[in-house]
């Protein structure tokens, strides 16, 4: 699929009144603002500036961002951890940066809770032929979620003991 290109570059001051808009109304990170900026067609020196009045003006902030991804991602997508990490990794956002962000956001998550309610709904949905079945969809199911192997193996018996097949 190629990008759409614009049949003229946008000026400087257009990109920056439109990524303020656009950045007031919703958190993004640099790498989103320079896909957009590129997408655009705008100089590279010109986007740099643009970045950069954006960051001094807090119309950007990578840790707001990476805080409210977390908080979006864990409450309405129902991701875990790895999941999250690998989607912020992908932003070309600092790794350091992210554990320190996911450490503030500890206490606010119950990361086994959202693995055995997850868990659960999805066992519901399922048809197998045996427990050992039934245990490897979960497992997919769990890794696709990218909720943490070692939690979801301590859970499972838990989830599984009531069920009989």
Not at 112 to 124: A, H
Not at 126 to 131: H, I, T, W, Y
């Amino acid at each position: 699929m190629t990008e759409k290109q614009p049949s003229s570059p946008i000026s400087k001051a257009s990109a920056l009144s439109r990524l303020q808009t656009l950045c007031s109304r919703q958190e993004k990170c640099s790498y989103d603002v320079m896909e957009k900026m590129r997408n655009w067609g705008l100089r590279e020196a010109d986007q740099q500036l643009v970045l950069k009045q954006l960051i001094d003006e807090g119309f950007l902030n990578e840790t707001r961002y990476i805080r409210a991804y977390i908080r979006d991602k864990h409450r309405y997508s129902k991701w875990g951890r790895n999941k999250i990490s690998f989607m912020l990794r992908r932003k070309r956002l600092d790794d350091s940066l992210v554990r320190q962000v996911f450490l503030e956001l500890e206490e606010e998550f119950d990361w086994n809770q959202l693995i055995r309610s997850e868990l659960e709904r999805k066992k519901k949905s399922l048809s197998a032929r045996n427990n050992w079945e039934l245990q490897a969809k979960l497992l997919r199911f769990a890794a696709s979620r990218g909720f943490d192997m070692e939690s979801v193996q301590r859970l499972l018996p838990e989830i599984l003991k009531d069920t009989d097949l």
